[in-house]
C-alpha cells in the first residue's frame, strides 16, 4: 500500500510541518501579508485569528466585528474582521483570508503558565476547510490541497 505522504502528493496536497508544544498542541509556522509568525493548530476554533497585539505587526487592516468571541478560558471577547490577507503555510497559499482579530492575552497567559512559547494566532476550521486539511497526528504533519 502506498505511503500517505504518496498518496496526498498525487492529489496535489502540499506538506506542511508542525511540532508539538509543551502543551501538546500542534504548532505551524505560517506567514500573514509576507510576515512570518507561529500558530496553534486548532480544529475546534471556527475561525483562523491573529491576536490584537499582532495585528499591526501582519499589518491586517480591520473593521469592528458584531460578533464576539468565545474559547477556552474565555467569553464574549470582542472582535474585528480583516478581509483579504494573503496567508502561507509552507508552500500552500490562500490570497484571500478572512482574519478575525481578538484579545488571545489568556491564551498566552496559559501556555506560559505552562512553560511553552506564546504564539500570534490560532489556525482554524475555516482555513483547515478551505484547504481541506489532513492531519498525520502521528508525523506531526499538516497537508493542505493546492489550489
Known amino acids: 500500500m502506498s505511503s500517505l505522504k504518496k498518496f496526498l502528493k498525487s492529489k496535489k496536497y502540499l ?11 500542534l504548532e505551524v509556522k505560517a506567514e500573514i501579508n509576507g510576515l512570518p509568525g507561529r500558530f496553534i493548530l486548532d480544529t475546534g476554533a471556527s475561525s483562523t485569528c ?3 497585539e499582532q495585528a499591526d505587526r501582519f499589518q ?20 474585528r474582521i480583516s478581509e483579504k490577507n494573503h496567508i502561507c503555510l509552507g508552500k500552500w497559499e490562500d490570497k ?8 488571545l492575552v489568556h491564551v498566552n497567559q ?3 503558565l505552562h512553560e511553552a512559547e506564546e504564539v500570534d494566532g490560532i489556525i482554524g476550521a475555516d482555513l483547515l476547510e478551505n484547504g ?16
Do not use: C
Open 96 to 103: 484571500e483570508a478572512q482574519i478575525v482579530i481578538l484579545d
Open 110 to 112: 496559559a501556555l506560559l
Open 50 to 52: 491573529v491576536g490584537l
Open 60 to 79: 491586517l487592516d480591520s473593521e469592528v466585528s458584531e460578533v464576539l468571541a468565545a474559547g477556552a478560558g474565555a467569553s464574549d471577547l470582542a472582535t
Open 132 to 147: 481541506r486539511a489532513v492531519i498525520d497526528y502521528h508525523k506531526k504533519v499538516l497537508y493542505l490541497r493546492k489550489k
Open 15 to 25: 506538506r506542511v510541518p508542525m511540532k508539538l508544544t509543551a502543551t501538546n498542541h
